[in-house]
């Protein structure tokens, strides 16, 4: 089954199907041999800057190439990039700019209102969740960022949901430890100028994409209900 949310051009919200409690975000902290693997850049590290992630970095989400870019804010650069899986022809993901709105962990996921999820039953959250074990709220459109079920991560890096921006579980726990919390600025990217423009950046600093597997460590803690500390 794809996606686990559905949308709607109207602006209005529809089918949001999310039921859990909003996470507070933490402080950040410094980052301090917590055993998890390094940044890719030393710009994304940032372990004196006493800024709040969501001041540093920024989202883009390229629906030209399928891919979930974190941007600092500050020079413009691309630090980080993972695989996503925007919405599809049919059920496009819509909107240009959203902020945040909520972080949550195990989200109960309940069928839209939408023929493509006719006779589905409603999904507690979980790693298998249509919405995986994590998502963050954009706050328009019922659209998120949020896990993915095992049978669904083929479908990474290419266009397949109904609106949402699909990441693997372990790759979304990630960049909320690490990049986006409450507050954090999303800009969806449909300009296919602006996304080799963007894509030559961050080849131009010798980064690559994450593996889906890449916050591993981070999915026990989720299971039992807790989110990551922010670094």
């Not at 630090?79 to 059920?91: A, C, I, N």
């Not at 995986?132 to 669904?152: K, S, W």
């Not at 597997?213 to 039992?224: K, N, Q, R, S, V």
């Amino acid at each position: 089954m794809a996606g686990a949310v559905t949308t709607t051009r109207t602006g209005a919200p529809r089918g949001l199907g999310v039921a859990a409690r909003p996470l507070v975000v933490p402080t950040p902290v410094a980052h301090g041999g917590l055993g998890v693997d390094a940044f890719q850049s030393s710009a994304a590290a940032g372990s004196t800057d006493p800024r709040p992630r969501q001041e540093r970095f920024a989202l883009v989400v390229d629906l030209v190439r399928s891919r979930l870019y974190v941007v600092d804010k500050q020079t413009g650069k691309p630090v980080d990039r993972y695989l996503t899986s925007p919405g599809t022809k049919k059920y496009p993901t819509v909107g240009d700019h959203f902020t945040i709105r909520r972080a949550i962990t195990r989200p109960t996921w309940t069928p839209p209102k939408s023929a493509w999820a006719k006779n589905l039953k409603p999904s507690q959250g979980g790693p298998n969740s249509p919405l995986g074990i994590f998502a963050l709220d954009l706050g328009g459109y019922g659209e998120y960022i949020h896990g993915t079920p095992r049978d669904e991560r083929a479908g990474l890096g290419r266009p397949a949901s109904h609106g949402c921006m699909r990441m693997s579980n372990e790759n979304v726990l990630q960049l909320f430890q690490r990049y986006a919390g409450v507050g954090t600025d999303v800009t969806i990217l449909r300009d296919p100028a602006e996304s080799a423009r963007l894509q030559a950046a961050f080849k131009a600093q010798g980064l690559k994409d994450h593996a889906i597997t890449d916050g591993a460590e981070l999915l026990p803690a989720a299971i039992a209900g807790r989110a990551p500390t922010a670094w």
